[in-house]
């Protein structure tokens, strides 16, 4: 016979955890206004200063170019403007924030610095272009940027499983695109993820040379297991295998990447790209995501970076998340790639050392907190 106390019981906190869970879901994290950066006296100056207002909350959509244009096209297409690309999602709006925050606080002409920030546009989780492009607006009330809608269905159906879940989002492939997603006036753009800070001028690495006609730079690592990075399927097969041939091929994080988008649309490198996703569909020639395909195409012909410029890896590996130290060497981004989130693990009061350098960025309000 069950016990109608133990029945009772066991109901309210089911009941509780239901209401608990409702109300969680539906109260958005509600983010400060960070503090307003001014160029230092020697920044280049943006010819049309009306050109530096931001682009209106309810005009995020592409489809809406020529008024937004109006608003933007000067700065954008002004030599002065340093270019950061980044996506936008709900998931990792917190940590967009503190990238954000890191970038203009360490700039000497934060003023300078134009955002073009790609935002799914399915938004099915309420965290849609409207929604980021709100909280976004109101932490950066005097922010230059613009958002882009991207179409999952543009790469839906080029993508295959992964070893994280999280590396199926499609928004984790626009990168891929983000020479049709900018304006053609856009020539370089810095592209960063989200999990990340800088601690240096973000002017130094969008100035990073890109010689002898390479399409982008980014910091090379090849003391890693390079062929890793494929399965057998692929290093088996001749005519796959020989794609590395008279290449210098070494593994770089896509994460950190200064584009010259010149190159990119004239050398038509979305559709090589979408060419081995195609492969990837036929055989499995890969297991992680958005990053082989890049491997693929640019590995061994990319410009070099000082690997300060992406202290990677400290969210630790991709299956049990342990904490991770510095790679030796002096540090201009600390970027928090792999399974753990800094802010994730400081709100399970569990962080690794090195959450200490992102919490400072943490732009998030305290539950129940007031304005003053």
């Known amino acids: 016979m069950k016990n109608p106390l133990l029945l009772s019981l066991t109901s309210h906190v089911l009941l ?6 409702t109300c969680l879901a539906i109260i958005p994290q509600q983010f400060r206004e960070a503090p307003k950066f001014y160029n230092s006296p020697n920044c280049p100056s943006i010819s049309d200063h009306d050109a530096t207002t931001t682009t209106s909350n309810n005009n995020f959509n592409n489809d809406d170019d020529d008024n937004n244009t109006t608003k933007t096209g000067k700065f954008v297409c002004s030599a002065a403007a340093v270019h950061v ?6 998931a990792y709006l917190r940590g967009s924030m503190a990238a954000i925050l890191s970038i203009l606080q360490h700039t000497s002409c934060p003023q300078n610095v134009f955002f073009h920030f790609v935002a799914s546009a399915a938004g099915g989780d309420g965290g849609g272009e409207s929604a980021v492009g709100g909280a976004l607006a109101a932490s950066f009330p005097y922010l230059n940027f613009r958002i882009y809608s991207f179409r999952d269905s543009a790469v839906a159906g080029l993508i295959s499983t992964s070893i994280r879940s999280a590396l199926d989002c499609p928004l984790n492939y626009a990168r891929s695109y983000l020479a049709d997603l900018l304006p053609p006036c856009v020539r370089r753009v810095v592209y960063l993820d989200s999990d990340l800070v800088l601690v240096d001028d973000i002017a130094r690495l969008a100035a990073t040379p890109l010689g002898g006609g390479a399409v982008l730079a980014a910091p090379e690592y090849c003391n890693a297991n390079f062929t890793s990075y494929f399965t057998a399927a692929f290093w088996s097969n001749p005519s796959l295998s020989l794609t590395f041939a008279n290449r210098r091929a070494c593994y770089f994080n896509t994460g950190v990447m200064v ?3 010149e190159r990119w649309r004239r050398g038509g490198y979305t559709a090589r790209i979408e060419d081995w996703m195609e492969l990837q569909k036929k055989m499995r020639i890969y297991e992680l995501g958005s990053l082989p395909p890049f491997l693929l195409v640019f590995a061994g012909n990319i410009a070099p970076v ?22 030796p060497g002096p540090v201009s981004l600390l970027h928090w790639s792999g399974k753990g989130k800094p802010w994730a693990r400081l709100d ?4 690794c050392p090195l959450d200490a350098l992102w919490a400072p960025y943490d732009l998030l309000k305290p539950p129940f907190s007031f304005d003053s």
């Open 16 to 21: 509780l955890t239901i209401i608990t869970t």
């Open 306 to 327: 000082d690997h300060k410029w992406n202290q990677h890896g400290l969210g630790g590996d991709n299956f049990r998340g342990l904490c991770r130290n510095l790679h």
């Open 348 to 351: 399970a009061s569990r962080p």
């Open 85 to 90: 690309a980044m996506t936008l999602d709900s």
């Open 259 to 261: 584009i010259d988008l």
